[in-house]
């Protein structure tokens, strides 16, 4: 039977590609996408959401609004990198289907109460402010998430905007807290892994020649995705970060990893939204996160290459 997830997302250029190779997987059932303030405010990452949907060829597949706005800081948002759309690069088409209008927070939380206890998986693409919410809204949901999988913070690739954090953790750290603590099974993907996974003009082309819908819409949006990236790093590609969830669910052996505490900062203002992660032991403190370190990159772009090769 098919592994039941809701994908939390801001997309972004990443967050897309993820949706695909979900989307491409029967491995996997999408049950919603619930949008989320992040890359950009959250209204126009539920519209990126939907014309994802549209270029999969899945405008069945509900989406959902969630917060506009992190729990305690102002939204920061990444047009810098992701362009004033959220998803620049390709033209995309525009939705055929009207937003769901039960809130996403309530969604997460009537989802998960209506299903049995340890079937549903969240994956989270974004800052973690819905499943934060939730958690303080219906604290009952919190025994009945078969895991979270997150793509965020960092530890020995430092932070990406702020040295010591990363921009998902780092846009509402107070809701990341929440969720480290709340005892759920946690897979952090950090930048240690998605740092390695980068686009290369080959693998770029690929998706070019892929010949389908889904492999040009894919090519034009990391070829606008990747310049950010290149210029910063002097890399020869773009990280592709959220997509490393999706492979995890589908092949985790592709990374390796252990269980690790990871706690949150959320007090000092230099090192805010910093994930602490415990890799060597130290502390003694509970381990509460399966911490994955590196991944395979070839296996990870074969896995993309199939799957969104069976999509339109
Ligand atoms: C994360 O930040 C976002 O801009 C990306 O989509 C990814 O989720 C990487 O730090
Ligand atoms: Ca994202």
């Keep these: 039977m098919a592994r039941k997830i809701i994908i939390d997302t801001d997309p972004g250029q990443d967050d897309a590609v993820a949706i695909l190779l979900a989307l491409g997987s029967p491995e996997l059932e999408v049950l919603a996408l619930v949008a989320v303030a992040g890359n950009v405010r959250v209204t126009q990452n539920?519209?990126?959401?939907?014309?994802?949907?549209?270029?999969?060829?899945?405008?069945?597949?509900?989406?959902?609004?969630?917060?506009?706005?992190?729990?305690?800081?102002p939204l920061i948002t990444a047009e810098y990198v992701h362009g004033s759309s959220g998803?620049?690069?390709?033209t995309l088409p525009e939705p055929t289907t009207p937003f769901q209008t039960q809130h996403g927070v309530d969604y997460i939380i009537d989802t998960l109460m209506a299903h049995e206890p340890g079937t549903i998986t969240l994956c989270c693409?974004?800052?973690?402010?819905?499943?934060?919410?939730?958690i303080v809204k219906a604290p009952q949901i919190v025994s009945r998430i078969k895991e979270i999988v997150l793509m965020g913070g960092g530890c020995f690739e430092g932070g990406n905007i702020t040295p010591a954090a990363e921009f998902n953790i780092y846009v509402d750290p107070e809701a990341a807290d929440l969720v480290f603590r709340s005892g759920v099974p946690i897979t952090q993907v950090p930048l240690d892994v998605s740092h390695s996974m980068l686009t290369t003009k080959a693998r770029v082309q690929r998706f070019h020649d892929m010949g389908n819908r889904v492999g040009t819409v894919t090519a034009?949006?990391?070829?606008?995705?990747?310049?950010?990236?290149?210029?910063?790093?002097?890399?020869?590609?773009?990280?592709?970060?959220?997509?490393c969830v999706i492979a995890y669910l589908l092949k985790p052996e592709l990374f390796k990893g252990r269980h690790?505490?990871?706690?949150?900062?959320?007090?000092?203002?230099?090192?805010?939204?910093?994930?602490v992660a415990d890799y060597w032991g130290v502390t003694g403190r509970a381990k509460n996160v399966n911490y994955l370190r590196s991944g395979?990159?070839?296996?990870?772009?074969?896995?993309?290459f199939e799957r969104l090769a069976r999509l339109p």
């Design 87 to 90: 998803l620049d690069g390709p």
């Design 296 to 304: 395979d990159s070839d296996g990870f772009y074969a896995l993309l």
């Design 46 to 73: 539920a519209h990126n959401a939907m014309q994802i949907l549209e270029v999969a060829g899945r405008p069945d597949v509900p989406v959902y609004i969630g917060c506009e706005r992190p729990m305690r800081h």
């Design 125 to 134: 693409l974004g800052p973690l402010t819905n499943i934060g919410m939730a």
């Design 220 to 243: 034009e949006m990391l070829e606008f995705f990747e310049r950010f990236d290149e210029q910063k790093y002097g890399w020869e590609g773009g990280p592709l970060h959220d997509p």
């Design 260 to 275: 690790i505490n990871v706690a949150i900062e959320t007090a000092s203002e230099l090192t805010r939204g910093m994930t």
